[in-house]
């Protein structure tokens, strides 16, 4: 009588469980399509901050130092601009979205564009599902993943032509052009880029470290940031590419390329729709009414203190929805040092119309 129970019971959770895994993908499903005006799918903002260690920010002495070769201005006006669902969206930050044949192709044109040939490929694999492929040769390691992502490791550092200089701190803005002109010309194959536009910029970072004698040191300095992004088409296309179509380079401790990071954030995303655009102006009064994101733990209490504000699209794995926000840059005067240094906290505003949005977020130190 016992087991006969004790079945029953089995019987009837898998039955519930069943149902519940209906009832959920059911809400699931219905969230993921309801519609807003003219039919277009509503979105959810997601604070993909939530639970990272840090904040985003900015450290400078004036909010004008800021200058990271966004190509939107201010005097720019979008009526509407293209949403995307992410299919490189994992939870745990897997690489995925590309099939293996989409994959395979990458890294077959990396390596036509290196030299590269007759090596046997490695395959990265999760289930049945490929997560990423590479090719070891020449001194090289090229690597493609389901992402989209083209990496290529330089085993032993690329030396540069003599003249060129290429560091993480004491190479200046002529020297940084100067070298990301060469790479342009160097690697035209492997970026692919119709107009590949150069982005030297950079941010200050405490750097911290012990004195022979085993005293403490820090000391301010400037570490250099080099990326170009694909510069061909229009308004729109090139606030896509800023952010979802570009390429990083590395120089190691001797001055030498260690590494090109290939990003194409696009190849896995499908697109929603073209949605309105709200106003920087309604932004910014959006964002005094609390309604944005933030990693920052600083509530905003001084309209004064916010300095400024770009369009930018939030993009990676861990964003479901590739879509634009403003980002406002606001002064943080707890975080202000003696020497004029203050850190500017990135907080983020929908930029797609509220009436499209199903959660709009406002800010109490959590996220609803």
């Given at each position: ?208 470290d012990y004195e022979q004698a085993g005293n403490y040191l820090q000391e301010v300095r400037f570490e250099r940031e080099y990326m170009l992004y694909e510069g061909a088409g229009d308004e729109t296309e090139q606030l896509l590419n800023y952010k979802m179509h570009y390429a990083r380079f590395y120089p190691d401790d ?115």
């Amino acid at each position: 009588e016992t087991a006969k129970k004790k079945t029953n019971w089995l019987k009837w959770g898998a039955v519930a469980a069943c149902l519940c895994l209906v009832i959920g993908g059911g809400i699931f499903w219905m969230a993921r399509f309801r519609t807003g005006p003219g039919g277009l799918p509503m979105l959810r903002v997601q604070d993909s901050a939530q639970g990272s260690m840090g904040f985003e920010g900015v450290l400078c002495y004036d909010i004008n130092e800021i200058n990271n070769g966004n190509p939107w201005r201010e005097d720019m006006t979008f009526s509407s601009l293209p949403v995307f669902e992410n299919r490189a969206y994992h939870p745990a930050g897997e690489p995925v979205g590309l099939d293996e044949a989409a994959v395979l192709n990458r890294l077959e044109a990396a390596c036509t564009a290196l030299g590269l040939e007759g090596t046997e490929p490695k395959y990265e694999r999760s289930g049945a599902r490929v997560l990423s492929i590479k090719i070891e040769a020449g001194g090289m390691t090229v690597t493609a993943e389901a992402d989209g992502t083209v990496t290529v490791n330089f085993e032993e550092g690329l030396v540069l032509p003599e003249g060129l200089r290429f560091t993480w701190y004491d190479t200046s803005s002529q020297e940084a052009q100067e070298a990301m002109a060469y790479f342009t010309r160097q690697f035209d194959q492997l970026l692919n880029f119709e107009e590949p536009e150069i982005v030297l910029s950079g941010g200050y970072i405490m750097w911290n470290d012990y004195e022979q004698a085993g005293n403490y040191l820090q000391e301010v300095r400037f570490e250099r940031e080099y990326m170009l992004y694909e510069g061909a088409g229009d308004e729109t296309e090139q606030l896509l590419n800023y952010k979802m179509h570009y390429a990083r380079f590395y120089p190691d401790d001797e001055g030498r390329l260690s590494l090109i990071r290939i990003y194409d954030n696009l190849s896995c995303a499908d697109k929603l729709g073209y949605y309105p655009i709200i106003t920087q102006a309604a932004a910014r009064e959006a964002l005094l009414r609390g309604n944005y994101i933030t990693s920052v733990p600083y509530a905003i209490e001084d309209e004064t203190l916010v300095q400024k504000v770009e369009l930018v699209y939030r993009s990676g794995a861990s964003e479901q929805t590739l879509m634009p926000y403003y980002r406002f840059y606001v002064e943080l005067p707890d975080m202000r040092r003696e020497d004029g240094l203050t850190d500017f906290g990135a907080y983020y505003v929908p930029a797609v119309s509220p009436e499209y949005i199903s959660n709009m977020p406002l800010w109490d130190s959590s996220f609803n």
